[in-house]
């Protein structure tokens, strides 16, 4: 009798199992994935509709990017704990401003690389709060050699899905860095170098190992290949989704990203 019970207790939870694991692919399979204009839509509803500050995203982007990090690359899981965050112009720059700032408390040691700098108020901040933690925050292009040599990660934060190609000419260099690093690469958003819809550009496509999509998927996240995907960016208004038929995955407990 104690055998049967057992034996329907295991039939049961893997029935249940199963189910919910039908039930998150289906929820995967159904999500959306954005065109630049929607993606460029949705920021400007969250903004004039419903009322978020630039820097309210921008710090809840960059925290959950940190948490994917923490989730997918521990410190003790990588060669070194020097994470080499690499900034753009744009506010795609400003999440990965904000995400070194938490992964210096959470066990790594960043190292902003930031060419191209903005003289506003936001930025500005943003840059001062990085090195007040102590994190150095530079404008000289890391070598591939010392890359290779000294990190055990690179976040590629920079361009956004406002980006239209090609790359200027001022951050080929950079880019040339994260195309011949051994070193794996973690994007925000989109994969620099990339166009927002088709993917990846055949003069300075980049390879990450994990990208994390903020608010939804952008259609070149179809591209990937061999690489961990993540939705980060818990701030989505369910109107919002429903508007624009969105079908995002829930969120589990208190976390701030969900993997996909």
Sequence with gaps: MLRMIRSNFVRSTVKTCSAGLRTTRLCFATMKYLNQQEAIAIDEELFNDYKFSVDQLMELAGLSCAH????????????????????????NGGDGLVAARHLSLMGYD???????????????????????????????????????????????????FSFKPPVRESFMPIMSVLQNSKVPIVSVDIPSGWNVETGPLGECAISPACLISLT?????????????????????????????CLDLPSYEGNNLFVKL
């Design 68 to 91: 994917v990090v923490a989730d997918a690359y521990t410190p003790s899981s990588l060669k070194s704990n020097k994470v080499l965050v690499c900034c753009g112009p744009g506010n």
């Design 110 to 160: 960043p190292y902003v690389y930031y060419p191209k700098r903005t003289e506003k108020c936001l930025f500005v901040n943003l840059q001062h709060q990085a090195e007040s933690m102590g994190i150095v925050v530079s404008a000289d292009c890391p070598r591939s050699e010392w890359v290779d040599e000294e990190f055990g990660l690179i976040i590629d934060a920079l361009f956004g």
């Design 216 to 244: 939804a998927p952008k259609l070149c996240a179809k591209h990937l290949q061999n690489a961990r995907h993540y939705l980060g960016g818990r701030f989505v208004p369910k109107t919002l989704e429903a508007k624009y």
